[in-house]
Nanobody
Framework: QVQLVESGGGLVQAGVSLRLSCTTS??????????TGWFRQAPGQEREFVAY????????DYADSMEGRFTISRDNNKNTVYLQMNSLKPEDTGVYYC????????????????WGQGTQVTVLE
């Protein structure tokens, strides 16, 4: 069993930066085998892919609208994955979730078996 806890969200003005953290606990070996992804969900919208990072940090992928502004990284010694978000826009508003997969590097929600509770990010114009 893997537990994930997100932190770092908040209410900010457009143009600023935030760094989200996702700390995991539970089965360290299971977590180490899979990618960790960030997803977000705006009110009334489906959950959408933001970024993922492979278990060893060598592979990353970003949604087109985030590439160049967001950076995902991980520190396996701390069991933590980070999402650095720069130049935030109002359309980045939503609940941000981190999730762990079991062996897949994927953009699909269905490939992630463990989810955190989410952290709210609100970007004002």
């Amino acid at each position: 069993q893997v537990q994930l806890v997100e932190s770092g969200g908040g209410l900010v003005q457009a143009g600023v930066s935030l760094r989200l953290s996702c700390t995991t606990s539970g089965s360290g070996r299971t977590f180490g085998l899979g990618a960790t992804g960030w997803f977000r969900q705006a009110p009334g919208q489906e959950r959408e892919f933001v970024a993922y990072i492979s278990w060893n940090g060598r592979a990353t992928d970003y949604a087109d609208s985030m590439e160049g502004r967001f950076t995902i990284s991980r520190d396996n010694n701390k069991n933590t994955v980070y999402l650095q978000m720069n130049s935030l826009k109002p359309e980045d508003t939503g609940v941000y979730y981190c999730a762990a997969s079991l062996g897949f590097n994927s953009r699909r929600v269905s490939d992630y078996g463990y989810w955190g509770q989410g952290t709210q990010v609100t970007v004002l114009e």
